[in-house]
Each structure stands twice: as C-alpha cells, then as structure tokens.
C-alpha cells in the first residue's frame, strides 16, 4: 500500500499504516445492524379506514432511524440533516480513535511490550499481553498524547464519505414504505419484508464501502494516494476490499434473520406489562411498548453475536490492507507476503489467530504465538 510515512511514529512503523481506517469497518456495520426495524404492530379496529372514505394523506414518516423516508438526506432541511449527521459521526470517530488505533496495532500482531505472567480462573499459569490501557500508555509515553490521533484525518474523510454516500443513495433510491406486521400469522408477509429491507440495507452498505475502501488504511491522505498508484495501481487501494465486503453482508443477514425469527416465534404480542393484564382492545398501547421494547434488546443481542462472528473477516481485510507494502508488520519475519485473503485466512486459523484483537481487556497469549509457554 505504500512506504512507511514520515508521520508514522518510529515505534510503530511495523503497524501504524493500517490504522487510519481501522474504524471504518466497524462505523459502518453497527450502523448497518439498523436496516431492519421492529415491526409495529396493525391498528386495532377501531382505527382503520372506513371502505367507502379514503384514507387521510400519511404524513411523513418518523420511524426510520437509518435516514430513510423522512429521516437522512429528505425534507426541506436535508443539507442541514445531513451535514448534522456528518458533524456527529466526526465527533464519535474522533472520540473512538484511540480505541481503534490501538485495536489495528494489535490487528497486525505489534506488541511492542512483553507478555506478563497471570493465571486463570483454574489457576493454570498463563501469559497476558497488555490491555489497551497498558497499550496506550505506552503510546503516550513514548509518541505525546498526539501519537494517539496519528492518522484520524483518513479516518474522518472516511467515515463522512461513507455517511454522504448512504444519504445520497436513499434520495435516488428511496426505500418503499410498507406497513410493517408482527402477527405470527403474517410471517410470509413479515420475511418478504425483512428480505426487501436486508438487500436495500446491503446494497447501500456495499456501495459506501467501496467508495471509502481507498481511505481506508491510509495515514498521510496525499503521500499515501501517490505512493499506492505508483506502486500497485489503481487495484491497490482495494486491497482487503472482499473480505470486509463479505464481513458486512453475513453480518446484515444474520442479524437481521436471527432478530426476526426470534420476534416472530418468541415475542408473545398479548402479554401486557398493566397490572390488570388488560387485552389488546382494551390496552393495545401497553403491550405495543413491551413488544417494541423486547424486540429492540433482541436485535441488539444479536448484532453483538453476529458481530463477533463475523470478526475474522474485519481481521483479515486490515491485515490484507498493510501486507507486503513495504512496511514491516507487512513483511517478513513479522508476517508472511500473503497470495490472497484466503491465504491470509488459512495462515491465521492454522496460528489459532482469527480473533486477535477481538479483546482488548484481557489479551490471553495464543498457542500459535511466539510469546508461548514451552
């Protein structure tokens, strides 16, 4: 991807060039995890429609958080909502860097400290490598407070890129409004509808990643654009592009499908949090709020589970980012030139790293490493 930047600190030469984007993955993919909602439930009978009066013109929808009808990029006030969104998401990275920084060092395997010696909760000896705490320590110490924001800029082109570009899709492709269900005897029309929404949702997911790939990974924007076309070409700034496409897309459809069968099947819409245990005519607001609120913790468990599922793809798409480019986290003896990210893949597994990085409070040395116990 390019040769190590005067701007990367001395001490992380080896890691320091995929960081700048090491956020944008994540960004995007917990903001995906909102491409289906939970379904609001039919108005009782009193509230419908009478056959021979039409209904009154709906007015413009408040319910869709991820910007669509009436939300991001819509209305009158769209530059000013959208620029809002921008602005927020700017303030959110710059917060989380640190955290993400430190993250993709640990992606790339620099430990730059020694493991110590601990033991577990069967009180086996074993070896800790630092926490991110420790970690960042160690950056302030050595690099200022600043040697924690290197390469924030990448990341905030990025993610605004990425913020834009969903706005702009869901002008020229506004999604369709459906009258969302949750009976269990609607669960042909509610999985046509949660299909419907989980393929818009990846299709703009899939867009924004592509055009915020090239950031991704890139510490000095200009040096680095010039350096990747000279060397790589055009094709050189999509390195590690699949894998994180494949991560985003296992990710949208598992959360979504898992979140919906669970709804349907194990959210009882008839039970009411009333004292009374009052029927759906006769408090069908209360049991709305105790199914909406349920079926919220439920797609929230479930983007946690997925997401971790999915992590050996955001592993290995950062790691195809910095290999073989002329730093040394990407070469040898500290990695292997990888063919391919399943290469790269099958070498992790065999080395019993898939999840490295995945935790950053309590980092157990693997078997495959060389920090190992004999």
């Known amino acids: ?5 005067p701007e990367v600190a001395p001490w992380a030469r080896g890691g320091a060039a995929g960081m700048a984007g090491a956020g944008a993955g994540a960004g995007a993919r917990g903001g995906a995890a909102a491409g ?3 379904r609001a439930r039919d108005p009782p009978p009193a509230h419908r429609a009478h056959p021979r009066h039409p209904r009154p013109a709906a007015q413009p929808s408040a319910r869709r958080m991820d910007g669509g009808s009436g939300g991001l990029g819509s ?3 769209a530059p000013t909502t959208e620029a809002l969104f921008v602005a927020l998401g700017a303030g959110v990275t710059a917060l989380s860097h640190p955290l993400l920084y430190v993250k993709l060092l640990i992606q790339v395997g620099h430990e730059p400290m020694p493991p110590t ?8 000896k074993v070896l800790y490598l630092p926490s991110f705490f420790t970690y960042a320590k160690y950056i302030v110490q050595v690099d200022g ?14 993610n605004a890129l990425s913020t834009v570009t969903r706005g702009s899709m869901k002008k020229v492709f506004p999604p369709d409004e459906i009258e969302q269900v949750s009976n269990k005897d609607d669960m042909k029309t509610s999985l046509k509808k949660v299909v419907k929404e989980t393929s818009y949702e990846m299709m703009m997911q899939c867009v924004s990643r592509m055009l915020a ?9 200009l040096s680095s654009i010039g350096k ?11 390195v590690g592009l699949i894998p994180h496409l494949l991560g985003d897309v296992v990710f949208l459809w598992g959360c979504n499908l898992l979140a919906h069968f669970i709804n349907a099947y194990l959210v009882d819409d008839s039970v009411s949090d009333t004292p009374g245990g009052l029927g759906n005519d006769q408090n069908p607001g209360s049991q709305f709020s105790q199914a909406l609120a349920i079926r919220s913790y439920t797609k929230f468990v479930m983007g946690i589970a997925v997401s ?20 040394q986290a990407g070469l040898p003896p500290y990695s292997p030139v990888f063919k391919s990210w399943i290469h790269c893949w099958k070498y992790l597994s065999v080395q019993g790293q898939l999840f490295r990085g995945s935790s950053l409070l309590f980092r157990r040395v693997s078997s495959g490493s060389c920090f190992a116990l004999e």
Do not use: Q, W
């Open 36 to 38: 289906v909602e939970a």
């Open 228 to 238: 990747i076309f000279k060397e790589e070409g055009l094709l050189g700034f999509f």
């Open 75 to 77: 209305g009158d006030n």
């Open 213 to 221: 790939h090239p950031l991704h990974g890139k510490l000095g924007v």
């Open 308 to 327: 971790m599922l999915t992590y050996p793809f955001l592993l290995v798409g950062d790691l195809m980012a910095v290999n073989n480019c002329g730093l």
């Open 117 to 124: 010696l601990g033991t577990n909760v069967l009180g086996r």
């Open 145 to 158: 407070k600043i040697g924690l924001f290197r390469g924030l800029s990448p990341r905030l082109m990025s």
């Open 1 to 5: 991807m390019g040769a190590s930047d």
